[in-house]
């Protein structure tokens, strides 16, 4: 279970809430729906679910502990610009193997081209570059994935190649997916239990 | 006709490995109308080619980049030097992002700029300037302000601002939507269709297809750098049986509503084209013939296609 006790966040004592007392959990498996206006506090709380931030108040904790400060996060943040989340000055072999590279049938799933491996990141299309950004996220360590807009750049194409290969890796390894996502539709398909956040 | 891209092909010459030199056929055999009055949108996926056509038509391709076919305006060829005269004065551009924007000029001064470029006198551009503020919304008081000091839908009716405060006849909305919420993105496609209902062509370029049919006229669809159809934005309901391409259906049936249905495979890579249909490899229609020979254009149902079992 990952869960998010009492979470509150603003980014200044100055400056107004951006949520109070939030209580969010998420169990293997399972996949959570988040929406709400933009300005509201989705991506802050996954950044704060996912260890980047601190809370102001509670915390956040993975099967009654707190998240690892050091080696790979089993909760893993998918952004939505990837060239945001990919060092510009690796090539794409070098980004995969930042972790505990992806298997063979990972970079199938998504449609990976080997060609692309010794690309550089702007070599590649947005879409290519998201597919490679998903994939390093699925690897066994990986336990809860948080996907902020991940396909809101996509078509819709490529989105659902995206997330076919997405939620087979979740369901093989009982992975917890938390959504943000405007796009109501999408989190009907994907069956989400929804929470609108503001 | 106020657009007509006519068998548009693009490449580029990029450096492989040290002096050796490799070409990139990243547009092929695309073509594209839009009529005054008309909103044309071009959807398809990234990579597909579709912000390369607008840097085409305006004439800002790098210089690496060799061209073919023709593009023409009012019926008249764009040659290089007709695109530096038409650009921001004729054709105009609303960009993608706030970046497109001086960091370091007040946005006022950079709607001024742009109405002189388009063709409004200087005394009368800052009265045209204050029309259009209002006219989007925008308190005489955000002309003082520097980019950074407006939000995301600010910045976008400044964006939209900048392109419709001249006398631009046809106007390229690249990717207008993403990232904003619901009530913006209404917004910013009510605009657009305003100005095709005031006359003015308008080429809106998006991946996102249902924002594209709340507004469009007509749909032009590229994949791996060509168009492989132009439908009616009514052909686009039900199981989408009115859609002439096998790629257009397969991306109707992907949308979360319509199926979620993924394609076989990934598009081609310009480096990497294969000799036939450009979609063989995700086909599931797909034969010898199909792999023989790039497949023309022909009018099917009143819309262009590229496929041989249309």
Known sequence: MLEGRD???????????????????????????????????KTTLARILAGYVRPVTGRVTLEGRLLPRQGYCPVQLIYQHPELAINPRWRIAAALAEGPPPTANILAALHINSDWLNRWPHELSGGELQRIAVARALISQTRYLLAD??????????????WHGVLRFAAEHQIGLLVISHDLPLLTRLGARVITLG | MLLHVNGLNISFTIYAAGLH???????????????????????????????????????????????????AYQGELLTPQRK??????????????????????RVGA?????????????????????????????????????????????????????????????????????GLHPEAVTETLNHLRELAD??????????????????????????????????QAADFSAAGAQLRHPYTQ????????????????????????????????????VTAACQAERPAARTVRAGLVRCIHA
């Open chain 2, 21 to 71: 030199q490799r070409r990139l056929t990243v547009i092929t055999d695309l073509d594209v109308t839009v009529r005054a009055g008309e909103l044309v949108a071009i959807v398809g996926a990234s990579g597909s080619g579709k912000s390369l056509l607008a840097h085409a038509i305006l004439g800002i391709l790098p210089r690496n980049a060799e061209q073919g076919g023709t593009i």
């Open chain 2, 250 to 285: 397969a991306l109707w049936r992907a949308l979360p509503q319509n199926g979620f249905v993924p394609l076989a495979d990934a598009q081609p890579a310009p480096d990497a084209l294969p000799q036939g249909c450009l979609f063989a490899a995700s086909c599931p229609h």
């Open chain 1, 7 to 41: 979470l509150s966040f603003r980014h200044h004592t100055r400056l107004p809430w951006l949520f109070q007392d939030l209580q969010l959990h998420i169990a293997p498996g399972e996949i959570v729906g988040l929406n709400g206006p933009s300005g509201c506090g």
């Open chain 2, 110 to 178: 950079q709607v001024r700029r742009a109405a002189e470029r388009g063709g409004i006198a200087r005394d009368r551009a800052q009265a045209v300037v204050d029309q259009t503020f209002e006219r989007y919304d925008l308190a005489p008081e955000v002309q003082q302000r520097y980019p950074f000091q407006i939000s995301g839908g600010m910045a976008r009716r400044v964006l939209v601002s900048t392109a419709v405060v001249g006398q631009a006849e046809l106007l390229i909305a690249d990717e207008p939507t993403p």
């Open chain 2, 198 to 231: 005031q006359g003015k062509g308008v080429l809106m370029i998006t991946h996102d297809i249902m924002a594209a049919l709340r507004i469009a006229d007509r749909v032009a669809v590229f994949y791996a750098g060509t168009t492989v159809e132009v439908a």
């Open chain 1, 149 to 162: 807009e991940m396909t809101a750049m996509l078509d819709a194409a490529t989105q659902a190649q995206i």
């Open chain 2, 84 to 105: 530096a005269e038409l650009r921001g004065r004729q054709i105009a551009l609303i960009p993608q992002t706030v970046s497109a924007l001086d960091p370091l000029m």
